[in-house]
């Protein structure tokens, strides 16, 4: 079976720097976004986060290319979806769902 075939949107390879929280007192961890669709992102990140967390993740290169690609939006919330080591490393690839976008206040 297609991985294709188990997506709901059209994913968009696309690297740039971002910056994440998972916690109230607003503490950012760096961290590679590497692609993305309508309704979520996937990153790159040095430590790993349980599927549930609430995370607000900020675009450091806000220039967009178009309206809708990500760098549209300066900060989102979502929650992470899942967490895989990558490649035996000690880098993990995150994915989370969008919850909305937040361009006027801060997570």
């Given at each position: 079976m297609s991985v294709l075939a188990n997506r709901n949107y059209a994913r968009s390879y696309y690297q740039t720097s971002m910056m994440y929280?998972?916690?109230k007192e607003g503490e950012y961890d760096s961290a590679l976004m590497v692609n993305y669709c309508v309704?979520?992102?996937?990153?790159?990140a040095d430590k790993a986060l349980n599927p549930g967390f609430d995370?607000?993740?900020?675009l450091i290169n806000n220039t967009p290319d178009t309206d809708y690609s990500p760098?549209?939006?300066k900060i989102f919330s979502g929650k992470v979806?899942?967490?895989?080591?990558?490649?035996?490393?000690?880098?993990?690839?995150?994915?989370?769902?969008?919850?909305?976008?937040?361009?006027q206040k801060p997570c």
């Open positions: 929280s998972v916690n309704a979520g992102i996937c990153f790159e995370i607000c993740i900020k760098e549209a939006h979806k899942w967490c895989k080591e990558i490649n035996d490393t000690s880098c993990y690839g995150i994915g989370v769902q969008f919850c909305k976008t937040m361009n």
